[in-house]
């Protein structure tokens, strides 16, 4: 392949073959990225990540509803870093945890640009959310809209009567660390909580079961048959505002019919009570993981859900909401990792020196990836490439990460490069077999800058208590 050329659209943004033939991501030449931040290694380009921050809002523009927001779904790359870039792209951000939230605060976001979910939210996790006045609770169950009216209770008596509320934080600059109230005492906290009720739709999109979550059996959400008591007992508790109704129907869905259906069963919840002023449809949009794979583009994706929206019934006037996670950060980011050892029996086995403790894709989801060496790159399914299996170092015969590679003539010391790691990599890996987790590395103009750096082995043994 002629040097100079860009590479597929499974690459971050300006990807391309350097003038010496290796893949250089961000204006960076992935080996000497190896070679100076050592593999594996998580590598991210910073104008990617800004250039799809972007695209969705100016989408939501040109689709014509102006209370439009793009709320990223912090779960797909939980890093202070890319939290930080988000918040300065003006992007909401939804968290599913205390941890999150905290991560979410920590890097700069507004508290009332955040919105948390979870369908076991603990009552810890409620407090903070109160306490940091967060824009809105995504509530999930029964039991939560009891646990949420006895903390607002606690919250109401505790406030003397005249009492202001606490003082809201100005909005603090990405980077800079904004925590939630500290203390725990109730008074910290607001008396009244805006809400939205997630709603199971019953639509099932084409994913792997384990990321659909849009069916009647989902562990998620309200059943449709429960949503007017849902509603009924919310609106009964004095401190809690109901704000609207979301929906999160499923991942990498690379289909646009079901995002219809959704809004027609958010659209048709709300025309039953006279209308709400928020409605969130969640994310789900898919990404390539291989060159073959040609999912919507973030335009089409986001003019499908707002013109869905419409036709369905949702007033212009509404807030619309959605919450992409990997179509914001996947195809941001590359895995570099080192080739350890070649050996040949039924396969050729290709052992890297990663796998499934930096991405536990493929073991989970059986998700498929491509992989090329960084400095004899092929485009996938090139003549004369040897197939090999990539395989990790974990002690799993599962631990696999490109089952059907192609790879030109791979020996040990080669550095590999896997696109389309920028989503639920980081945030799933682990330390199985005492492996310590990459660095995330960002690029852009040919700089790069470590933004998170490689744990050590002393962060191994940082958690004992002897
Ligand atoms: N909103 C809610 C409420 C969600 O639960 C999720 C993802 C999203 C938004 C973002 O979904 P996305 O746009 O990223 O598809 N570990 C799995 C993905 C789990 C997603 C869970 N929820 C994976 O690696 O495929």
Partial sequence: MATGTSLSHVFPLGSRLNERGHVEVGGCDTIELAREFGTPAYVVAEDDLRARARAFVQAGREAGHEDFHVVFASKAFPCTAVLGLFAEEGLWCDVASAGELHLALNAGF????????????????????????????VIDNFDEIDRLARLLDVVQSAHAPGRAESVRPAHVPAG??????SGTGPHAARSSQDVLIRATPDVRGDTHEKISTGQADSKFGF????????????????????????????????????????????????????????????????VAYTEAQHPPEIEEWVGTVVGAAHEAGIPPHARLLVEPGRALT??????????????????????????????????????????HVADRFNPVGAAGETPCVIAGKHCESGDVIVRDASLDDPRPGDVIVVPATGAYGFAMASNYNGVPRPPVVFCKDGDARVVVRRESFEDLTARDVL
């Fill in 223 to 286: 059943s449709m048959a429960d949503i007017p008591a849902a509603i009924e007992r919310v609106q009964s508790v004095a401190g809690l505002s109901l704000q609207g109704m979301h929906a999160h129907i499923g991942s990498q869905l690379l289909e646009l019919e079901p995002f219809r259906r959704e809004a027609a069963a958010l659209a048709q919840i709300g025309s039953g009570v006279g209308g709400f002023s928020i409605y969130d449809l969640g994310g789900g949009l898919g």
């Fill in 176 to 181: 800079r660390t904004v925590h939630a109230r």
């Fill in 110 to 137: 507004a508290p009332e640009r955040i919105l948390m979910h979870g369908n076991a939210k603990s009552v810890s996790e409620l407090e903070m959310a109160l306490r940091a006045r967060i824009a809105l609770i």
């Fill in 330 to 371: 996947a195809n941001a980011g590359v895995t570099l990792y080192t080739v350890e050892s070649v050996k040949r029996n039924v396969f050729t086995w290709v052992g890297v020196d990663g796998g499934m403790s930096d991405n536990l894709r493929p073991m989970l989801y059986g998700a498929v990836y491509e992989a």
